[in-house]
C-alpha cells in the first residue's frame, strides 16, 4: 500500500507592526482608493529592524510543532522557501535549525520566490515517501520589506512579511496530500527580479545609489502570465486526481493580488464564496502567503476536516505549483 504523506502540524506568524494604505498616503503618491482598487490590500505586517526572515520562520515553525504535539527532535528535515534570507550563505534552514535547537536534522533552502512553499512541500514529501526522512517541516518565510523600495509606489504597496510552516509526515487517515505539479520558465526571468547582489551584478556604490538591491517588476507582463499558467498549473493537478473544480471544497490561491485571485477563479468557475483570501491584511508575503492563509483558515475553523483544498501559487523565475490537499 502507498505512503499517504500530510500536514501533521500548522504554525504562522506576522510581525506585530502594521503598515497601513494611510500610511503609505504618507511615504508615496498614492491614495487607499487606488491601491484597493488595484490590488485589494487594505494593510501589511512589517518585521522589526532586528526581526530577520529567520526569526519569522522560527515562530511559526515553533507553532507548527506545538499544534501537531511534535517532538521536534523527531524531524529530521528542514526545508525553508525564501528569497529573503538572511544571508545569502547561510541558509536561513541551517540558522532555523540552529534556533530550533533540532539537533538531527538536515536543511536547505528553497529559491522559488512565492511558489516556495508549494516546492518545499513537494520536495520534502517526496523525501519522506522514499523512507529516507520521517517527518519534515516546512517553512515559507519573507521579509519582504527588507527588498521593498519605499519610493517605488507601483511595488511597496504590494509587499508584507510573514511566515507560515507546516511538518509533514505519513498519515493513517484519509487527511494528505493528492498530488502536485510544478514547473518553471526562466525565459521570463527578466520580468520580476532583484537585480543587484549576485555574482551577475555585485554589490557597489552604483548599485546601491541606482535602488538596485529593491525587487524590480513588470507588472502588466507579470499579471498576464500569473493568470494563465495558475489556471493551467490548478486544471492540471486536478486531472491529475481524476478531478474537476467542482470537487474542490476550498481554492487558496497566492495571495498577490485581489484582481488575479478574481481572475483565476473566474477562469476556472470557481465562486470566491470558496476561495479564501486574506491579501486585503497582509499583502503579497510571497512563499509566506499560502501556508498563512491556510493556517489561518483551518485555525478559524473555515476549512473542516475531509476538505478538499487546491493551492496554486507563481513566482519570480517564473516558477509555479499546485497541490490539492485533503485535510
Not at 534556533?99 to 538531527?104: S, V
Not at 496554486?312 to 485533503?326: D, E, K, P, R, Y
Amino acid at each position: 500500500m502507498n505512503k499517504k504523506i500530510g500536514i501533521l502540524g500548522m504554525g504562522s506568524y506576522v510581525p506585530e507592526k502594521v503598515l497601513t494604505n494611510a500610511d503609505l498616503e504618507k511615504m508615496v503618491d498614492t491614495s487607499d482608493e487606488w491601491i484597493t482598487t488595484r490590488t485589494g490590500i487594505k494593510e501589511r505586517h512589517i518585521a522589526a529592524p532586528d526581526e530577520f526572515t529567520s526569526d519569522l520562520a522560527v515562530a511559526a515553525a515553533r507553532r507548527a510543532i506545538a499544534d501537531g504535539n511534535i517532538n521536534k527532535d523527531d524531524i529530521s528535515l528542514i526545508i525553508v522557501g525564501t528569497a529573503t534570507g538572511d544571508y545569502l550563505f547561510p541558509s536561513t534552514a541551517c540558522l532555523v535549525q540552529n534556533k530550533l535547537g533540532i539537533k538531527e536534522a538536515v536543511g536547505f533552502d528553497v529559491s522559488a520566490a512565492c511558489s516556495g512553499f508549494i516546492y518545499g512541500v513537494e520536495i520534502a514529501r517526496q523525501f519522506i515517501l522514499t523512507g529516507k526522512y520521517k517527518k519534515a517541516l516546512v517553512i515559507g518565510a519573507e521579509k519582504l520589506s527588507s527588498i521593498t523600495d519605499y519610493t517605488d509606489r507601483n511595488i511597496c504597496v504590494l509587499l508584507g512579511d510573514g511566515a507560515g510552516a507546516c511538518v509533514l509526515g505519513e498519515k493513517h487517515d484519509n487527511a494528505y496530500i493528492l498530488d502536485s505539479y510544478m514547473r518553471v520558465d526562466g525565459s521570463c526571468g527578466s520580468l520580476l527580479k532583484l537585480p543587484a547582489g549576485g555574482s551577475a551584478m555585485p554589490a557597489s556604490h552604483k548599485t546601491v545609489d541606482d535602488h538596485l538591491h529593491y525587487m524590480k517588476m513588470e507588472g502588466r507582463d507579470v499579471f498576464k502570465r500569473a493568470v494563465q499558467v495558475m489556471c493551467d498549473s490548478s486544471l492540471t493537478v486536478l486531472d491529475n486526481c481524476g478531478l474537476t473544480a467542482d470537487d474542490i471544497n476550498w481554492f487558496i490561491p497566492h495571495q498577490a493580488n485581489i484582481r488575479i485571485i478574481k481572475a483565476i477563479a473566474k477562469r476556472l468557475k470557481i465562486s470566491m464564496d470558496r476561495v479564501y483570501t486574506n491579501v486585503d491584511r497582509f499583502g503579497n508575503m510571497s512563499a509566506a502567503s499560502i501556508p498563512v492563509a491556510l493556517d489561518e483558515a483551518v485555525k478559524n475553523g473555515i476549512m473542516k476536516k475531509g476538505d478538499r483544498v487546491l493551492l496554486v501559487a507563481f513566482g519570480a523565475g517564473f516558477t509555479w505549483g499546485s497541490i490539492i490537499l485533503q485535510l
